[in-house]
């Protein structure tokens, strides 16, 4: 049974709740919130993230159907966020057409997703932990962040993201909002998720529970108790556990590691499984019962607008391709490329996350040595979840590295294998193993490490990106926010009760216009 996360009470007096709804009011024209569109011309959407600026017209009262008939989308982009896009623009009756640049969906960064799908998490990395992390890294080495300030500090981008990364890095106000978009946001995805893996049949192996385990440092362990109260009051279902109760539940702990224990907590809402599944699976529901078009191989290089609208897009081939409708792009780091060609502005950098996959089935060692369920790791950041097929993944390491998003650091993927292997010793021969699946993504990093759902300067381009790490569990609650956005619906309620306009306004393009580098 799907739990249903509460209801989010954006009326509340916090000071939180008071900045979220400012933002929501300073990103969002009210013309999008109160009045109907009295006729649609072609969209183009961008699955990446900005605001949508709508031609709109007054109503007079009159009740008027925004889509009277099938209008087209081309969505860019093959990945969860592309994928998901495409199925909730479908299913509200848009022919859709998926372009993807691999010779099938989720060949990206979806692939190698540590396959969390956590409710109970809202903290943003803008924070001046991270800013102290950042500049640690100049002289410690850190296995989990690496920044290779090489290349970075000669990239004009990573210049310009950086200045805005580190405004809403000092600002209280915006730490304020990303962490209450987050924490609204996160429960209500994961339960779409859920909720559509169930009513469409898809099997990607989703199963509740997560346990994150302390290792080395009681201080981080401490620090999580005293937010367990709070947490409980806003929703969040966790326990804390005991060193007998951790090994108990996760025999694997057992001997080399539980002398290291500090503590762990059990959050028994959370869910994990496999977003390349999901996304695969999901993409056959999209063609076969909602008629969505997947072109694959096709490597968009740029938009062509003419008269303030996108009316095409060009190839690797520099072939130009014309298209009708809207079109979404849902490129991932690309997008600020792609979106760059037209002038439009998207402020990403790609950090990119390791994984690393072995197959149990070769190992001989009993269930009880091996992580069961999802299991992380703290402050050493490793994710293990098992997966379907008896696979095992190991996770871990944000990486600033430039915009090359799929070539390994061999650096970075010895540093995952050490610390696999350390702690799971019983398992050395298959996290060393020449078989074992190493997979590199560009997670597409915001400033507010929040997403961007949005329109653009040009009337039908839209863009739905900017999840960083969230990616798979923000997936299908962004998808619904963009098809609102996308057809700028009175009722902003959403079906199930749980969101509002605020979600879509908080993740506004508009929001950085007022910082950004000139």
Known sequence: MIRRPPRSTLSSSSAASDVYKRQVRGSVPASLMLVPMARWRPMLVLATGCTVFTRQAATHGRTTDPRPQRKNVTVIGGGVIGVTTAYALARQGYAVTVLDQHPSVAMGTSRGNACSLRSSSSTPICTMETLARLGQSLLLADPAFRVDWWTCLQDRQFWQFGLQFLRASLSRERYAVSERWLRDASAWSVGLTQKVAMEEGVDCGLESGAMMVFVDDAGKYDAMVETVPEKQMSGVEMKVLENAQLVAMQPCLHGHTEAHLTGGVWFPMDAFGGCEAFTRGLAQVCADKYGVKFVMGKSVEALVERGGEIVGYTTKDGREHSVEGSVVLCAGCQTTAIAASVQVDIPLYPVKGYSLTVDLSQSDTSPEEQPQGLLILEPVHLYTVRMQGNKLRFASIAEWAGWNEQDPNEQSVENLRRIASEWFPQLRGQIYSPEALVLVGGRPQSPDDIPII????????????????????????????????????????????SMSDGLVGAVSLARFDTHRPR
């Open 454 to 497: 949005s329109g653009t300067k040009l009337q039908n381009l839209f863009v739905n990106t900017g999840h960083g790490q969230y990616g798979w569990r923000l997936a299908c609650g962004s998808a619904e926010i963009l098809e609102r956005v996308v057809s700028a619906k009175v009722q902003t309620e959403f079906t199930d009760g």
